[in-house]
């Protein structure tokens, strides 16, 4: 186990992902953490992560001191190393000079962290700061030619700190820094797999449920999907799954999803068609932050009307996922920043009174995935692409009617099927229709017509915190352009979509 303390870096969550990579266990916990917390996780590590705050600005995130006496090696990275550094009895300094980007970075011992490590190598710096004064009994263990102290370490407390970033790809050998750091420095063990995840998920469901029940809001994507067969392993009967149709699903999707549940999953599962429930109050509404509230709100009602025929539950399970909980709480109240709100996330009407359970509440989306086939998933359930909880809400752009849904629904439909056909729908995060509230001017059959815009948006990406955009062949392109507007009525232009997150976001809404 590893605990990451977030100071706010946009690079937390890669470097869970990097000590996940090596089959280590990591948390990513906020600067406000108890140390009795800390303490009971046992941790055979602390990693400080960076952040954008300087160590002198007011309100910059800092963390109980006592972290850096716990008797574990502990990392800094950037601003976690600042911290050390200051909290020690050294001085940080205002730079003369920031450094951003590439540097050469010369290695003064080939030990410890840079065991393995040629010099010079390439490193990736984003700082303004850089200390100007070591506490007592550290020593500069790599420079550049910016930035003397490039990285410290005081051997006998083990504690390191890196003034780059060896999480991303830029850092050329960053990975065998961080490796040194787990297996070298923290002695750690390669045990954590999905497969020891499950058994250890399955057990501790199974403690803290023993012989209650649990309700399970199923979406059929893939997270909600591992959430119930993970949970149906631990209680069995115990568990009941409730499927509301809220009308703003893709084409004939919960026809197929009833199909599959009933077919693969052998649990108690209850289907609510609630379409007029959720289109009446969205009549008119084109706010995003609105449509997300209104179909969270009227998911809720549905949901516990459904839920209180189901006598004497205690908990309700959740498919929440990190990137989840990260965008929309900002890791416990961390200082990373809110993205968006996610329906599924931030707590629970005080009139259910139903205790949480969040099995993935830890794990990325492509770690899900490897949960769903070491749990016997099947897999055209565990490679669904992500699908919105608000669902086609918010790819009609503007207000919500039945006939807007229709014709994304018909577009979608069609640029999925040329995306399968094409071989592509693994190889992308997500692919999807968006339709536009704007109309142009087209010609169909030597007449103008005035009708409706569709866009494309296909993305890859690991875990939904960043993407790019799909370069996908031009042929193909042409090929789903070319079938949404000859097949679908009231659509007379497709666009392709090429931005990549950050600086938008995946879904357009």
């Given at each position: ?7 706010g ?8 992902r990097?000590?996940r990579?090596?089959h280590v266990?990591c ?12 303490r ?22 800092t963390?109980n001191a006592?972290i850096l006496?716990l ?16 909290t ?5 300094t ?9 540097a ?5 011992k080939?030990?410890?962290l ?18 100007e ?7 500069i ?8 102290v490039?990285?410290i370490?005081h051997?006998?407390k083990?504690?390191?700190?890196l003034q ?6 830029h ?8 490796k040194?750091?787990l ?9 954590w ?5 499950a ?6 469901i199974?403690d ?16 909600s ?10 209680i069995?009967?115990?568990l009941?799954?409730?499927?509301v ?6 084409k ?10 009933q ?19 969205l009549?008119?509404?084109?706010d995003?932050?609105?449509?997300r ?9 549905v ?7 189901i ?8 498919g ?21 709100s996610?329906h ?6 005080k009139?259910?009174?139903?205790k ?15 949960l769903?086939?070491?749990?016997g998933?099947?897999?055209?359930m565990?490679?669904?692409q992500?699908?919105?909880g608000?669902g086609l ?8 009617t ?6 994304l629904?018909?577009?979608?439909d ?16 997500q692919s ?6 704007i109309k ?6 030597d007449?103008?017509t005035?009708?409706?815009?569709v866009?494309i948006?296909a993305v ?12 996908l062949?031009h ?15 009231g ?12 600086p ?6």
């Open positions: 186990m590893i605990v990451i303390i977030d100071f870096s946009q690079y937390n969550q890669l470097i869970a990097r000590v990579e090596n266990y948390q990513i916990e906020a600067p406000t953490v108890d140390m009795a917390y800390i009971s996780l046992n941790p055979e590590g602390i990693i400080l992560s960076g952040g954008p705050s300087s160590i002198y600005e007011k309100g910059s995130p963390v006592d006496n008797g574990v090696p502990v990392l800094g990275i950037c601003y976690g190393m600042q911290f050390m550094a200051h020690l009895g050294g001085v940080v205002h730079a003369e000079k920031r450094e951003y980007g590439f050469e970075l010369d290695i003064h080939a030990e410890g840079f065991t393995g490590v040629e010099t010079p190598t390439r490193c990736w710096m984003s700082h303004g700061d850089s200390i004064r070591l506490p007592e009994d550290f020593e263990t790599a420079s550049t030619s910016n930035t003397p490039a990285a370490a051997r006998q083990q504690l390191y700190g780059f970033h060896p999480e991303v790809e850092t050329v050998m960053g990975k065998i820094m961080l040194n750091f297996f070298q420095i923290c002695r750690c063990k390669k045990s797999s999905m497969k020891s995840f058994a250890e998920s399955i057990a501790r199974q803290t449920v023993q012989d209650k029940k649990v309700i399970l809001g199923l979406s059929g994507g893939v997270d999907s591992v959430t119930a067969l993970l949970i149906h392993k631990a069995g009967k115990h009941t799954c409730i499927f149709d809220n009308g703003l699903l893709r004939n999707e919960a026809q197929k999803l009833k199909a599959v549940f077919q693969h999953l052998n649990i108690n599962i209850r289907f609510v068609s609630a379409g007029k429930q959720f289109l009446t109050p009549a008119g509404v084109t995003p932050e609105k449509k509230k209104i179909i969270g709100k009227v998911f809720m009602d949901f516990e009307a459904e839920a209180a025929k006598k004497d539950a205690d908990f309700l399970a959740q929440t996922l990190y990137p989840d909980v990260i965008e929309s709480q900002s890791v416990f109240g961390g200082p990373s920043s809110v993205i968006k996610h599924n996330v931030g707590g629970l009407p009139k259910m009174k139903l949480l359970v969040e099995p993935l509440r830890f794990l990325f989306k492509d770690e899900v995935r490897t769903g086939a070491e749990i998933l099947p897999e055209e565990i490679w669904r992500p699908f919105p608000p809400a918010i790819r009609v752009i503007g207000e919500v039945p006939k807007r849904l229709a014709i629904r018909e577009a979608d069609l640029l999925l099927e040329e995306i399968k056909k094409a071989g592509y729908y693994k190889k992308l995060w999807f229709a968006v339709l536009l509230p142009s001017v087209g010609v169909m059959g007449q103008r005035y009708e409706n815009i866009a948006r890859t990406s690991q875990d939904a915190m960043t993407a790019d955009w799909a370069k062949p042929q193909l392109l042409g090929a789903i352009a070319n079938n949404i507007i000859n097949q679908v009525k659509v007379n232009r497709v666009v392709y979509d090429i931005s990549s997150k950050p938008g976001t995946i879904e357009w809404e």
